[in-house]
Nanobody, 121 residues
């Protein structure tokens, strides 16, 4: 059974940093891209970042570029996103996803339950 388990969400103040981690269990393919998406309150789910199966190639959404950094520990089957200089507009539910890849939700076959990130003073 495939499971993606996110952790690390919480309430932080503007300018703070937060690291989210996702553990992937039972993926049927070792070549899947791992990605992060987020869904702000009342908005559509949007792409945050993704990383290739070997950890060598990255892609970032416009909002994440220059502030977020994605990484992957192949041995531990985890993917993390380090989020720096957080802003109130970064608030939302963050989802881990696995699949062939891309910047659209349709490119990912498996999804975690999500973890809440709230940026507020």
């Amino acid at each position: 059974q495939v499971r993606l388990e996110e952790s690390g969400g919480g309430l932080v103040q503007p300018g703070d940093s937060l690291k989210l981690t996702c553990t992937a269990i039972g993926l049927p393919s070792t070549t899947y891209v791992l990605g992060w998406f987020r869904q702000p309150p009342g908005k559509e789910r949007e792409f945050v970042a993704s990383i290739s199966y070997n950890g060598r190639f990255f892609n970032y959404g416009e909002s994440a570029r220059s502030r977020f950094a994605i990484s992957r520990d192949i041995a531990k089957n985890t993917v993390s996103v380090q989020m720096n200089n957080l802003r109130p507009e970064d608030t939302g539910v963050y989802f881990c996803a696995a699949g062939p890849g891309g910047t659209q939700s349709s490119g990912y076959k498996y999804w975690g339950q999500g973890t809440q990130v709230t940026v507020s003073s």
